[in-house]
């Protein structure tokens, strides 16, 4: 069993950053893939972003890519998502999830773990 706590999240006006952080606990294992979601109201899950805790392996949505970054520190359990260039758009909840796979996914259901989820608002 895994427990997922998010922080970072807030209001912030459009092309700023923020960097959001999940912290891992529990009966945490470092082959778990991470993967940042987020929902906008109304809207299903949108894959965000994944990574792989042996390998390193990133991956992006065409949305995100060339604006944010995963990032972790398996020394803290702990995967991080810098925000850069903040688009209204990028409004919504954002979730942490974790999956015991050595691949990533991209589909929510695939995920076994959630975090309670942070919000983020960019203002224009």
């Known amino acids: 069993q895994v427990q997922l706590v998010e922080s970072g999240g807030g209001l912030v006006q459009a092309g700023g950053s923020l960097r959001l952080s999940c912290v891992a606990s529990?009966?945490?294992?470092?082959?778990?893939?991470m993967g940042w979601f987020r929902q906008a109201p109304g809207e299903e899950h949108e894959f965000v972003s994944g990574?792989?805790?042996?390998?390193?392996?990133?991956y992006y949505a065409d949305s995100v890519k060339g604006r944010f970054t995963i990032s972790r520190d398996n020394y803290k359990n702990t995967v991080y998502l810098q925000m850069n260039n903040l688009k209204p758009e990028d409004t919504a909840v954002y979730f942490c999830?974790?999956?015991?796979?050595?691949?990533?996914?991209?589909?929510?259901?695939?995920?076994?773990?959630w975090g309670q989820g942070t919000q983020v608002t960019v203002s224009s």
């Open positions: 999830a974790a999956c015991t796979s050595i691949v990533v996914r991209t589909t929510a259901s695939e995920y076994d773990y």
């Open positions: 529990g009966r945490t294992i470092r082959t778990y893939v």
């Open positions: 990574i792989t805790w042996s390998g390193g392996t990133t």
